[in-house]
């Protein structure tokens, strides 16, 4: 940094500039830092503090996705189990009660088919009694 300055009063001096020009010059540069001084504590002054209501939803969100990711891991480790249990469910289900379900509770559960179809996994039974549960679905639906 010296080095630039010096370069910088070596130039100053080399432009003929008279003794009180230059300390004319060192007098506006010292106006000017105090002024840029001045405006940067006036911002720093005028800001807000964070708020601490800021802080505590990011915490939650933290929370939120720490349990998100163990319940993401956890369903993944036990894939092919909850497929399996939940096919079984959905089957009992719809053989027992599918003529009371609503027209919106059958939507739902053929979804919910073509979303494990889509997961995969499943043996040919398995897939085969997804595709026709879907189909009496549609057929309920006509």
Do not use: C
């Amino acid at each position: 940094m010296t080095n630039s300055w010096s370069l910088l009063y070596d130039e100053l001096y080399d432009m003929n500039l008279t003794d009180e020009e230059v300390q004319e010059l060192r007098s506006k540069k010292q106006e000017l830092t105090q002024y840029g001084k001045e405006k940067i504590r006036e911002l720093m002054n005028n800001q807000e503090p964070y708020p601490d209501a800021m802080f505590e939803e990011a915490a939650r969100r933290e929370k939120e996705n720490q349990v998100l990711d163990i319940a993401k891991n956890i369903m993944e480790e036990n894939k092919h189990a909850f497929q399996h249990l939940a096919a079984i469910e959905r089957k009992e289900f719809a053989e027992k009660d599918f003529e009371d379900l609503t027209r919106d509770q059958k939507i739902q559960l053929a979804l919910e088919e073509i979303d494990w179809i889509v997961i995969g996994g499943q043996d040919g039974q398995e897939f085969y009694g997804s595709i026709q549960f879907i189909r009496k679905v549609l057929r309920s639906l006509v």
